[in-house]
């Protein structure tokens, strides 16, 4: 190498070290391409022209240059730089086999790995890695690591609440968050809020002591409030959840996961009501490029949500699309054959929607239930005989109804029999006392004897305590097997161990079919009647009967006689005369007038005529007494007060 390319070189390295301590990534890639052109095979320009692609996030450019053959030989050992830009290109299978092809399994490449393995949601395997890099790594990233790992037990929760997970020592607001999220993964809903509460503050604080702004504290909170209105919705306080996720939503979050999130969650407290919000709603939540920033288990709850918006929306179309996606992009075969057999059947095709369901193993009792919802109880017996819960005790019991309902009772002894004969030999016959004592009763209605008794004896079996089976054991057998019926009878609890309080006169008596207090009221009243022993009247006192003082009407006049009408309604008393509506002669021709209807109106005349009346009635009702007539004074103010609603 010539003295001035050499010496070339050495400036351009030195450019190349300055820019990268400044960090000016641009002017450092330049530097790069200047040494590559004087000296092509230089390594650690080509490894430094890797990392100022990366820095400026420029991927494709990256994995370019290292696939390219002819820098095969430069990017033979840079393993972590390949697998990290196909990390970040969404790739990764493509970035854990390259990882898997290194020669040596270096601590980046271990975290690295960590990463890639929590992008492809194997999450034990993620933990197990993790667990080993912290304990054999001490540096400044240690709290960070131990947050990753935090989230990832975090996902675990979810997967699995009942498991048994580690617990973390909270450093940061991060590691508090997650420490939250294990708990509301677990179910743990009260217990959660108030850890997320205290994440919330620290990270205001953390961000506004790192010198940030309200404003920016508030973003750098959302998702720890998204996570606490997710508890609160869980425990049912659904309003108040709604109120921290429209917050959240208002302040336009720069997340696009976090809106995604929020957004769906929305929806779900929608439901049926408010459709052109919740529309409005998952179309943010159902953004390009959202595949690679949420989790199956996210993806798959949005695109559940959207296939019931769906149908809330009419659209079945496109309900069916989605539950086509459910199926084949996530596996939820079943859910998506329930949705789309709600749609189905809301669009008055019960029979496509039975089809459906049937398709699908496990749905049996769904497309029961729809047959019961459109009144057709033979499908939905014929269902439930072919399916593979005929012989589970509840079934049996829905069975039993439907066909009693039908009044097929010989098929429902049937039943019991060919039930009798599956759990005969079976460890679970001693507890389905219920179904035995329902079988007796069954095979009763359809006069089944023998069956009733074998039902009988395997109830007896079941609870050999139970005196009362044994009971109606005796009486079934004593008509066709006297002898075993008295061998059984033998068994019977003796007379005198029996409850003997027994009224007889009570039992004898037709009241008791009235109900319970009619015959508690005749038992007393016999006992008071009854007669004591003798001489048992002296030592008892009579009560005196409470003489109740005798009431008056305040305008009650003892000297005259009571009218005998008095008990009478007003319109049977002999006085009562009809009201009639007054009808008033409109008087037509010249002002002159007869002397007959000058004397129609004159009110004086009028007045004196109703007094005479009132007079004769008071006459006939010697207890009706005349309100004597109001002075002049009194009649002005009465007057006054009639006038005063008057508007002219």
Excluded at 163 to 170: E, G, I, R, S, V
Excluded at 270 to 280: H, I, L
């Amino acid at each position: 190498m010539s003295a001035n390319r050499e010496s070339s070189l050495v400036q351009s390295y030195i450019e190349l070290n300055k820019f990268c301590q400044s960090g000016d990534y641009d002017r450092a890639l330049k530097a790069t391409g200047k040494i590559l052109q004087i000296a092509p095979n230089e390594q650690k320009a080509f490894h430094c022209k890797v990392v100022c692609l990366i820095q400026l996030l420029n991927f494709k450019e990256a994995l370019a240059i290292l696939n390219n053959q002819k820098n095969a030989a430069l990017a033979a050992d840079l393993h972590f730089e390949k697998a990290y830009t196909q990390y970040r290109l969404n790739t990764p299978n493509d970035a854990l086999q390259t990882v898997d092809n290194a020669p040596e399994l270096t601590p980046p490449l271990k975290e690295l790995r960590a990463q890639i393995l929590y992008r492809l949601e194997q999450y034990q395997d993620c933990y197990n890695l993790y667990r080993e890099v912290v304990k054999n790594t001490t540096d400044e990233y240690e709290d960070e690591r131990k947050t990753n790992m935090a989230a990832v037990v975090a996902n675990m929760a979810a997967l699995n609440p009942s498991a048994d997970l580690p617990q973390f020592n909270a450093n940061t607001y991060e590691q508090t968050y997650n420490t939250g999220s294990i708990l509301a993964m677990k179910g743990k809903y009260n217990e959660a809020l108030p850890v997320l509460k205290k994440a919330e503050q620290a990270c205001s604080e953390s961000v506004i002591d790192d010198g940030g702004t309200e404003e920016e504290a508030k973003e750098e909170a959302g998702i720890i409030r998204v996570q606490q209105a997710y508890c609160l919705q869980q425990m049912g306080k659904e309003k108040e959840a709604a109120s921290i996720y429209q917050n959240v939503l208002k302040d336009k979050p720069s997340d696009q996961a976090l809106v995604a999130i929020a957004s769906n969650n929305l929806v779900v407290i929608n439901r049926d009501t408010n459709v052109f919000d919740s529309r409005k709603r998952m179309k943010a939540a159902t953004q390009d490029g959202l595949e690679h920033k949420l989790n199956s288990r996210q993806r798959a709850a949005i695109t559940y949500n959207q296939a019931i918006l769906a149908i809330y929306s009419n659209q079945p179309e496109f309900c069916k699309q989605c539950c086509v996606k459910l199926a084949r992009s996530f596996g939820l075969e079943e859910r998506a054959a329930l949705v789309e057999a709600a749609s189905l059947a809301r669009d008055g095709r019960a029979a496509a929607a039975t089809a459906c369901l049937l398709r699908v193993g496990g749905l049996a009792l769904a497309a029961v239930q729809l047959a019961l919802a459109q009144g057709d109880r033979k499908a939905a017996v014929k269902l439930l005989d072919e399916s593979e819960y005929k012989y589970r005790p509840g079934v049996i019991g829905v069975l039993c109804t439907l066909l009693s309902a039908d009044g097929e009772y010989k098929r429902v002894s049937e039943m019991f029999t060919d039930v009798y004969e599956h759990y005969k030999n079976d460890e679970r016959f001693a507890s389905l006392r219920a179904v035995w004592r329902g079988a007796a009763a069954a095979h009763a209605r359809a006069g089944e004897t023998r069956a009733g008794a074998a039902a009988l004896a395997a109830l007896r079996a079941a609870a050999p305590e139970d005196a009362r089976s044994l009971a109606r054991l005796v009486k079934l057998l004593a008509a066709h097997e006297p002898d075993r019926a008295r061998q059984l009878a033998k068994e019977l609890p003796r007379l005198d161990r029996l409850e003997t309080k027994v009224d007889i006169d009570a039992l004898e008596s037709s009241k008791w079919m009235m109900g319970a207090k009619v015959v508690k009221k005749t038992v007393q009243s016999k006992q008071e009647q009854s007669p004591g022993t003798p001489g048992s009247e002296l030592g008892q006192k009579t009560k005196a009967k409470r003489k109740r003082k005798t009431k008056l009407p305040p305008n009650a006049d003892l000297s005259k006689p009571p009218d005998p009408e008095r008990w009478l309604p007003k319109y049977e008393r002999t006085a009562y005369r009809k009201r009639r509506g007054v009808r008033r002669d409109v008087i037509k021709g010249s002002q002159g007038m007869s002397t007959t209807a000058t004397d129609q109106y004159d009110m004086s005349k009028q007045q004196a005529a109703s007094a005479a009346a009132a007079a004769a009635t008071a006459a006939k009702s010697p207890r009706v007494e005349t309100k004597q007539a109001d002075n002049a004074w009194q009649r002005k103010q009465q007057q006054k007060k009639k006038g005063k609603g008057r508007k002219w």
